[in-house]
C-alpha cells in the first residue's frame, strides 16, 4: 500500500490530505465488508435491528481505535515471531472492556448480541487493520484509519439492519428508545381487513446476505473498477 | 438431550453458516475451489473438535462461578466468567499453535493437506463461536460438548464444501457483470440458508 510509506511522514498537518483518505477511502472504494471481505460474520447476524448494529457499530469503534493506537505505540517492542497472540491479547481486553460496560448499560441488547459482543475479538478487519496498518505506521494515521475503517463497516451494518427492520417488522429502533412501529395496526392483514403484511422472511438469518449482495451489486454497478472476473 | 440430537441440530439447524454467519470471512476466501474448501474444512472440525473440550474444562473448573469450589471451600463464591474471552482466545491460538507442530512432526501427510489453513483457524470466527456457544448453552458433560463442537465442524465443512462446488461452476454462467465474484456467492449463500431453514424444528 503506497500511502502507508506516505502517511509516515512526520510534518503534516493533523488533517492532510492523505489523512483524509484514510478516513473515506474506507467509505467506499476499500469497503472493508463489500470490497475487502472482512468481519462479515457480525455483520450479518446482528442486522435484525437497528439498534444492535449501532450498538455494535459504537463497540467496534471504540475497539478499532483503541486497539489500533495502542498496537501502533507498541510496534516497535513486538517481536514478529508472537504479533498474532500480542494482538488477540489487546483486541480481548478491549472486547472485555466493551462486554462488561454493554451487561452493565444495555442489558437487554447485550442479550440479544449475546456471542456477537465475544466475536469482536475475532472480526477480521480489526486484526486485518492491526497487520496491514497499525504494525507499520505513526499512532495518529492509525486512528484515522481504525475511524476510516470503523465507520465503513458501521454504514452497512445500519444500512442492511434499516432494510430488514423497516420491511420485516415495520418499525425503527434506536438504542435507549426502543422499537417504534410506523405502520398503523389499522392496516394490517388480520382476520377482518387490513392489506399490509409484514414480510417476515427478512427477520430470517438468510435476508442479510442477500441484502448485502444488492448492496454489493449497486457499488460495482457504480464503479466499474472493482468488478471481478469471476 | 442426547449426543445424536445434538450434533444433527449443530450439523442442520444451527449450523455455523447458514444460521449464525461464524467463519465467513474464510469462507468467502478459501472457496473458488472444493479441494481447498475441504482442506479448510477439515482443519475447522479438527481444531473444534480439540478446542471446546479444552474451553469446557477450563469454563468448568476455573472461570464460572463456584468452578474454583476444588481448591477449597473459601474459593467458592469466586466468579472469574468476565475472564472468559482473554482466556478461551489464549487457549485458541496455543492449541492451534500446538496442534500444528505436532501435526507437522507425526503426520507430514496430513500437514500438507492442512497446513497453511492452520494459523488462518486462529482467528476463524467458528471457532471462537464455538468456545462461547458451548459457554451459553451450559452443556452439562464434557461428551455433549464435544459432540457439538464435531456437529458444528461438519456443518461448516458441508456448508464450504457446497459453495465451493457451485462456485467452481458458476464460472460458466452468465451472471451479471457487477454481480460476479463476491456478489453472487453473498446471494448463493442466502438462497443455501433458506434450503437449510427447512432442517428448523427437526428434533431426535
Given at each position: 500500500m503506497s500511502e502507508m510509506q506516505t502517511a509516515m511522514k512526520s510534518k503534516e498537518p493533523l488533517f492532510s490530505k492523505k489523512n483524509k483518505k484514510l478516513i473515506t477511502?474506507?467509505?467506499?472504494?476499500?469497503?472493508?465488508?463489500?470490497?475487502?471481505?472482512?468481519?462479515?460474520c457480525s455483520a450479518l447476524a446482528i442486522t435484525v435491528q437497528t439498534q444492535q448494529a449501532i450498538i455494535m457499530f459504537v463497540s467496534v469503534l471504540f475497539v478499532m481505535v483503541m486497539g489500533n493506537l495502542t498496537i501502533s505505540v507498541m510496534r516497535s517492542l513486538?517481536?514478529?515471531?508472537i504479533r498474532i497472540i500480542v494482538q488477540l491479547v489487546v483486541v480481548a481486553s478491549l472486547v472485555i472492556i466493551v462486554d462488561q460496560t454493554l451487561k452493565a448499560f444495555q442489558p437487554d441488547i447485550a442479550e440479544k448480541l449475546s456471542v456477537f459482543v465475544g466475536l469482536i475479538i475475532t472480526n477480521c478487519i480489526i486484526m486485518g487493520r492491526f497487520e496491514a496498518f497499525a504494525m507499520a505506521n505513526k499512532p495518529w494515521p492509525s486512528i484515522m484509519d481504525a475511524v476510516g475503517n470503523a465507520v465503513g463497516y458501521g454504514w452497512i451494518l445500519i444500512a442492511v439492519s434499516l432494510v430488514r427492520e423497516v420491511f420485516g417488522s415495520g418499525a425503527i429502533s434506536i438504542p435507549g428508545a426502543g422499537q417504534m412501529k410506523f405502520?398503523?395496526?389499522?392496516?394490517?392483514?388480520?382476520g377482518e381487513g387490513g392489506f399490509y403484511l409484514h414480510n417476515?422472511?427478512?427477520?430470517?438469518?438468510?435476508m442479510a446476505l442477500v441484502v448485502v449482495g444488492v448492496i454489493i451489486w449497486v457499488q460495482r454497478m457504480r464503479n466499474k473498477a472493482l468488478i471481478e472476473d469471476h | 438431550m442426547d449426543t445424536l440430537s445434538i450434533i444433527v441440530k449443530a450439523i442442520f439447524?444451527?449450523?455455523?453458516?447458514?444460521?449464525?454467519?461464524?467463519?465467513?470471512c474464510s469462507y468467502l476466501a478459501v472457496s473458488k475451489t472444493v479441494k481447498t474448501a475441504a482442506g479448510l474444512g477439515m482443519a475447522v472440525i479438527f481444531v473444534l473438535v480439540v478446542t471446546v473440550p479444552i474451553n469446557y474444562l477450563l469454563e468448568n473448573f476455573v472461570l464460572k462461578q463456584g468452578a474454583l469450589v476444588w481448591l477449597g471451600d473459601?474459593?467458592?463464591?469466586?466468579?472469574?466468567?468476565?475472564l472468559s474471552f482473554i482466556m478461551f482466545i489464549a487457549v485458541i491460538a496455543s492449541i492451534v499453535q500446538l496442534v500444528e507442530m505436532i501435526v507437522e512432526k507425526f503426520a507430514p501427510a496430513l500437514y500438507g493437506a492442512l497446513g497453511i489453513f492452520l494459523p488462518l483457524i486462529a482467528v476463524n470466527c467458528s471457532i471462537l463461536g464455538g468456545a462461547l456457544f458451548m459457554q451459553e448453552r451450559q452443556y452439562s458433560t464434557i461428551g455433549e460438548a464435544t459432540a457439538f463442537a464435531f456437529g458444528s465442524g461438519i456443518g461448516w465443512f458441508l456448508a464450504i464444501v457446497a459453495i465451493a462446488a457451485i462456485r467452481e461452476k458458476i464460472r460458466y454462467s452468465n451472471v451479471p457483470a457487477p454481480l460476479r465474484g463476491l456478489g453472487i456467492t453473498f446471494i448463493i449463500t442466502g438462497l443455501m440458508g433458506i434450503a437449510f431453514m427447512a432442517f428448523m424444528g427437526i428434533e431426535f
Open positions: 477511502d474506507p467509505l467506499s472504494d476499500n469497503n472493508p465488508i463489500t470490497i475487502q471481505v472482512l468481519g462479515i513486538i517481536p514478529s515471531r405502520i398503523p395496526e389499522a392496516w394490517l392483514m388480520t417476515n422472511m427478512m427477520i430470517l438469518p438468510p | 439447524s444451527e449450523n455455523m453458516i447458514f444460521a449464525y454467519f461464524l467463519g465467513m473459601e474459593f467458592a463464591g469466586y466468579d472469574l466468567s468476565f
